[in-house]
């Protein structure tokens, strides 16, 4: 079956300072995608990336990096020199086909203080 | 480009009565797939449509239904409204193909009393 486990349920970092936040996720596929998704205070899901099991290549967007580490099934994300408007719910979230449904994680809620 | 709408934005039901939602999708996308998200088991998959047909489905009780027009547009429909079905459900759709970043909607707000 597959699950995605999101352990740090909530956060809080002063602004500037770097943050990971950690997705572990099973799946008994060989093939599956992996994405994150970040939902800000008005409740919207944006999508941010994604990520095909065969594509172990680390990606930098900006501020935000991902690492895919398929020996420890890990999905990290992180944001370097966090800035409060990055303040949201982030899911991590898996599906094991193109057509097929995505199993979120629970989520972890980001506070950047000022 | 217009994103993907849903209607209402917020209800409020009693329990017993049931509600239909509504979500229209980027044009050009003929999948809409529906979530519920609550605080306790976060965000959870109900179902997609895709050209009319349902092509996957999570794991809630036939309380729980949709459909999808020939638009494209799609509604769920939640019939005997218990308490714990008050959530915000999400609406997100996506062209089909086999690259499926799905774009959502705000959601809409149920509050069953």
């Known amino acids: 079956a597959q699950k995605v486990t999101q352990a740090q349920t909530e956060i809080s970092v002063v602004e500037k300072e770097d943050v990971t936040l950690d997705c572990v996720y099973e799946?008994?596929?060989?093939?599956?995608?992996l994405f994150w998704y970040k939902q800000p205070p008005s409740g919207e899901l944006v999508f941010l990336i994604r990520?095909?099991?065969?594509?172990?290549q680390n990606e930098i967007s900006g501020r935000y990096s991902w690492n895919f580490q398929k020996s420890t099934s890990s999905f990290n994300f992180t944001i370097t020199a966090s800035q409060v408007v990055d303040s949201a719910v982030y899911f991590c979230?898996?599906?094991?086909?193109?057509?097929?449904?995505?199993?979120f994680g629970k989520g972890t809620r980001l506070h950047i203080l000022p | 480009k217009a994103g993907v709408t849903q209607t209402p934005r917020y209800l409020i039901k009693t329990r017993g009565q049931q509600v239909t939602l509504s979500c229209s999708p980027i044009?050009?996308?003929?999948?809409v797939s529906w979530y519920q998200q609550t605080p306790g088991q976060g965000l959870q998959f109900l179902f997609e449509?895709?050209?009319?047909?349902?092509?996957n489905k999570g794991n809630f009780p036939g309380r729980f239904s949709g459909r999808q027009f020939s638009n494209s547009r799609s509604e769920m429909n939640v019939s005997t409204l218990e308490l714990g079905d008050s959530a915000l459900y999400l609406c997100?759709?996506?062209?089909?193909?086999?690259?499926?970043?799905?774009?959502f909607g705000p959601g809409t707000r149920l509050t069953v009393l």
């Open positions: 997100a759709s996506k062209t089909g193909d086999s690259y499926n970043e799905q774009f």
């Open positions: 799946t008994r596929d060989t093939t599956y995608y």
């Open positions: 990520r095909n099991s065969f594509d172990e």
């Open positions: 979230a898996l599906s094991e086909a193109p057509d097929d449904k995505i199993i």
């Open positions: 044009s050009g996308h003929r999948s």
């Open positions: 449509y895709f050209s009319e047909t349902q092509r």
